[in-house]
């Protein structure tokens, strides 16, 4: 069964879900499965389909993959990117981005205790190329957002992470992923607590928008 959103809502509170995963409430597989069906409804360059998903249930290999990704997330929080220390300038939004370091920071600490972990995949027969990687990617990442939007329509959480992808190696070892595919990305699924998602604040679209040119 599906939430009762309009297209629109479902695009606007599709959000990232970090504190509020509810992780001691099991996942069915047939859920997740469900989601990536509609996923692979997403457009592919060429129609290639060349895209693979590692869907990540057992216990220790969450937590495996959840140490790598702790790791990941004391870097990270240490860097000048940090979520947490960027717009400092900016009152109003420097509270938002507050809580956002904060809520990475605690994903972090707990990615293992996620009931299922997706890395989406693609497969390239080797490296990847140098230049014009946008086609490649493009072939996957709008499959993982309608993953993303699927599980929202289904009562579950989601994240958008990569910090994992500085050790992808290490994980691809740990998940026997071959040469010549690589990941894209690390979505941790879970019911979510509390009731539903709002909008989030954004930039008004006349800073970014340029018509006919920049």
Sequence with gaps: MTLPLTPDELLTTTRAVRKRLDLSRPVPLELVRECLEIALQAPSGSNQQS??????TDPAQRAAIGEIYREQVVR?????????????????RAAV???VGD???WLGEHMGEV?????????TGGPLRAVNQAGLWGSLLPAVWSYCLAAR????GTAWTSLHLGREAEVADLLGIPDGVHQ????????????TFKPAPREPLDTVLHLDRW
């Design 51 to 56: 895209w693979h998903w590692v869907v990540v």
């Design 115 to 123: 009931p299922v972990l997706v890395l989406p995949c693609i497969g």
């Design 184 to 195: 894209a990305a690390l979505i941790p699924t879970a019911y979510y607590t509390g009731e």
């Design 153 to 156: 329509a289904r009562g579950l």
């Design 103 to 105: 809520s990475a920071v």
């Design 97 to 99: 981005q507050h809580r």
């Design 76 to 92: 990270y929080a240490g860097s000048p990117q940090f979520a947490g220390r960027l717009f400092t300038d900016q009152p109003d």
